[in-house]
């Protein structure tokens, strides 16, 4: 029986991961960080115990409960490159030598990152085995978080795990009027529902598996953003939204380099490793994904 889970910045996933564990009869207690009194607030709503911290100060990490398992969820957000690595790099040898260091520390550590470590390949199948090609420096951080997650930990008597999660939505981030006015630009999305997020978190803390490993937690079914936006208007009732090519989102010189990386990178993401596991996905497509979100539009 795992008796404590700390979650460390619990937003999105974090928030109902907490809420999935704080429920389970194998967990004793779930703890959840937050920087902001909002965040907090939201901890609280979800029905489990909620710190105010910035992890980054020794403050915080030293209020925190002795832990069989740490979850590091916490997001960089839009940040620049620096902000991720202070985050995702930083943020987490500091947390692993903290929680390391304490006469009892946890067995597992758990991260959560981002199939923005694969880079451009071209529209292919990626998976667990493909080799990184990240092709910016916040790309390159993301990699070098993995590293830490996986190398530090062991190096500080955890068992490390890497979930991988693709483009997040769920509730409060379906963003619908995006898909139904448009423009569209063509592109491959690879999806992960935030409850199948958290659900596989929450499942290889409960199963006890995939330590050591990384697992790309994603739905079944890699869609055209072109295919999305016309199956969410036929099934809202509005009509198809105007779409644009790569070339004429490009065209716009106002991007960044960052925003003109992730507009040309593709790919198609596997998941069968995390099948193997035997984890069941809630929702395999964007069709049951989206479902409530098309039930409850007013478009």
């Known amino acids: 029986m795992t008796s404590t889970v700390v979650i460390l910045g619990c937003g999105y996933v974090g928030t109902e991961l907490g809420y999935r564990l704080a429920t389970s009869d194998d967990i004793e207690s779930v703890t959840g960080v937050r920087r902001s009194a909002d965040g907090v607030s939201a901890i609280e709503t979800a029905g489990f115990d909620a710190l105010q911290g910035d992890l980054t100060e020794d403050e915080t990490l030293a209020s925190l409960p002795d832990a ?3 979850v590091f969820a916490a997001s960089a957000g839009g ?22 260091g304490r006469e009892h520390p946890p067995e597992r550590y758990l991260y959560t ?8 390949h071209g ?5 667990e085995e493909t080799p990184l090609e990240a092709a910016s420096d916040r790309s390159r951080v993301l990699v070098e978080a993995e590293t830490v997650a996986l ?11 890497v979930a991988r999660f693709a ?21 491959v999305l690879n999806l992960t529902h935030r409850d199948d997020a958290a659900g596989a978190l929450a499942f290889f803390i409960e199963e006890d598996c995939a330590r050591g490993e990384v697992v790309l937690v994603v739905d079944d079914e890699p869609v055209s953003k072109w295919e999305l936006a016309d199956w969410l208007a036929k099934q809202c009732g509005a009509p198809a939204p105007p779409k644009q090519t790569k070339a004429d989102r ?7 380099s960052a925003a003109r990386q992730r507009i040309q990178a593709a790919k198609r993401c596997r998941n069968e490793k995390l099948r193997a596991l035997g984890y069941t996905l809630q929702y395999p497509s964007f069709r049951e994904g989206y479902r409530n979100a098309v039930e409850t539009s007013s478009i």
């Open 68 to 70: 069989d398992v740490v």
């Open 79 to 100: 940040g620049d490159t620096t902000t991720a690595r202070e985050v995702y790099v930083e943020g987490q040898q500091a947390v692993l030598e903290h929680f390391g």
């Open 113 to 120: 990152s981002s199939t923005g470590v694969y880079g451009d």
């Open 123 to 127: 529209g292919e199948w990626v998976d």
């Open 151 to 161: 190398e530090t930990a062991s190096e500080h008597g955890m068992d490390g795990t």
């Open 167 to 187: 483009g997040l939505y769920g509730p409060g981030r379906y963003r619908l009027d995006r898909y139904l006015t448009g423009p569209v630009t063509e592109g």
């Open 250 to 256: 490009l065209a716009d010189e106002s991007l960044s």
